[in-house]
């Protein structure tokens, strides 16, 4: 992005504030359309990604589904204009409320638990069920495991025939089969073990009941390269899934069906996004240097939660590079974006730029220490919209009775 764009930006709107540019959405969005090409590919945006009503209405312009995790993001969705069929709602622990919402909305729904289904009276023709794999995957953030034993996502493999079971029982009668992937992957070869695991699924459902699965859900692990490291290669993948469906078609002798999603969240929008910030302090201590940015944790929770890295540079001319800690002004010592990181020697008022930040980044904010939301900013080469005002304290206070 143009960096004399972000100062423009900034002098408009001043700081923290976070900025998407829309190109960048756009060429992730290529790929995924350009690869992929050897199955019935949906494609769908996790809202939970970066769940702005502008950002929701780029991706259902380009013919993605919505994934949502919540009602509140379901209503978000139908305010984007998404059409039912084109969202599906993936919740863990849904309430039975939640469930006759998604219901009646005629809304398919994804389970991550199947004893909901003895507890409601009313079932839909199709339903999902999430599958924990049971891969404990060195590549995944060790903070957030989405797979494993130690994860609270998704049903157990041992329990997943019963859960078809429970649904067949009660006169469902269209299957797919959703799998919690990892965090970020950028391994392709994990594909492989993904994908022989559900093949294995589908080969016992069709043996032990006779159920046939009508789509498989990847589910949202594709990463991107916060840390320099290579881009994944969206060619490789597709090559190892239709390796793999051909092998195991072969191997259980069984029509698998060639419908796939994918749930491409930060893959899509990651890159897209700036948190612009300013350095309002610099502070000597144990002989460390202190950058105190008026941006927080509440911004972007990511390195201080999860201990993710996101590069980090600063808008002005100096060459000196030093060590230091870039840190935000909550009273928490999590409260940081970067631990003795080479960076540049910097100013007050000086901008820093955070990297990487349009996936997980404002949708994760909070409000401890009575912090108010930074603004959304949506760049198309040299044009540029607000699509999130700054939040006020008369916002911050408007539910509060006094």
């Known amino acids: 992005m143009n960096k004399i764009m972000m100062i423009n930006l900034v002098n408009v709107y001043n700081t923290p504030l976070q900025i998407y540019d829309e190109d960048k959405i756009i060429e992730q969005i290529n790929k995924l359309k350009y690869y992929f090409s050897d199955f019935n590919f949906k494609r769908l945006f996790d809202v939970k990604a970066t769940p702005n009503i502008n950002i929701l209405k780029i991706m259902i312009d380009n013919n993605f589904s919505l994934d949502c995790s919540s009602i509140n993001e379901i209503q978000l969705a139908e305010l984007a204009n998404c059409k039912k069929e084109n969202i599906i709602f993936t919740g863990n622990y849904i309430s039975t409320e939640d469930y006759y919402t998604v219901l009646y909305k005629n809304i398919l729904i994804n389970l991550d638990d199947y004893e909901i289904l003895n507890r409601v009276d009313i079932f839909p023709e199709t339903i999902c069920f999430s599958l924990n794999p049971n891969l404990d995957l060195n590549d995944d953030i060790k903070s957030n495991l989405l797979c494993g034993s130690e994860s609270k996502f998704g049903i157990a493999e041992c329990d997943i025939i019963n859960a078809y079971k429970l649904a067949k029982d009660k006169n469902i009668k269209n299957f797919g089969l959703h799998i919690i992937c990892g965090s970020n992957m950028l391994n392709e070869n994990y594909w492989k073990l993904i994908?022989?695991?559900?093949?294995?699924?589908?080969?016992?459902?069709?043996?032990?009941?006779?159920?046939?699965?009508?789509?498989?859900?990847?589910?949202?692990?594709?990463?991107?390269?916060?840390?320099?490291?290579?881009?994944?290669?969206?060619?490789?993948?597709?090559?190892?899934?239709?390796?793999?469906?051909?092998?195991n078609s072969k191997l259980y002798n069984i029509n698998i069906t060639k419908k796939i999603y994918f749930e491409c969240g930060r893959y899509v929008t990651a890159q897209s996004g700036y948190l612009l910030s300013k350095c309002v302090?610099?502070?000597?201590?144990?002989?460390?240097?202190?950058?105190?940015?008026?941006?927080?944790?509440?911004?972007?929770?990511?390195?201080?939660?999860?201990?993710?890295?996101?590069?980090?540079?600063?808008?002005?001319?100096?060459?000196?590079?030093?060590?230091?800690?870039?840190?935000?002004?909550?009273?928490?010592?999590?409260?940081?974006?970067?631990?003795?990181?080479?960076?540049?020697?910097?100013?007050?008022?000086?901008?820093?730029?955070?990297?990487?930040?349009?996936?997980?980044?404002?949708?994760?904010?909070?409000?401890?220490?009575?912090?108010?939301?930074?603004?959304?900013?949506?760049?198309?080469?040299?044009?540029?919209?607000?699509?999130?005002?700054?939040?006020?304290?008369?916002?911050?206070?408007?539910?509060?009775?006094?």
């Open 281 to 402: 302090s610099i502070k000597k201590s144990n002989n460390k240097t202190f950058y105190g940015l008026d941006a927080c944790m509440s911004n972007l929770m990511r390195p201080g939660m999860y201990n993710a890295y996101h590069k980090i540079d600063v808008l002005n001319d100096t060459n000196e590079i030093i060590k230091a800690n870039i840190v935000g002004q909550l009273c928490e010592n999590n409260d940081w974006f970067a631990k003795d990181r080479e960076i540049k020697k910097s100013n007050i008022n000086d901008i820093f730029i955070i990297y990487n930040t349009g996936a997980h980044g404002h949708s994760m904010g909070f409000q401890y220490n009575a912090r108010l939301r930074a603004p959304e900013v949506l760049i198309n080469k040299n044009n540029y919209k607000l699509i999130r005002k700054r939040e006020t304290f008369d916002d911050y206070i408007k539910n509060i009775i006094i």
């Open 195 to 247: 994908s022989d695991k559900l093949h294995n699924i589908i080969y016992k459902l069709k043996n032990e009941l006779n159920i046939n699965i009508d789509f498989i859900n990847f589910g949202g692990g594709i990463g991107i390269p916060y840390n320099n490291e290579v881009e994944v290669n969206l060619k490789k993948i597709n090559n190892i899934l239709k390796k793999s469906h051909e092998t």
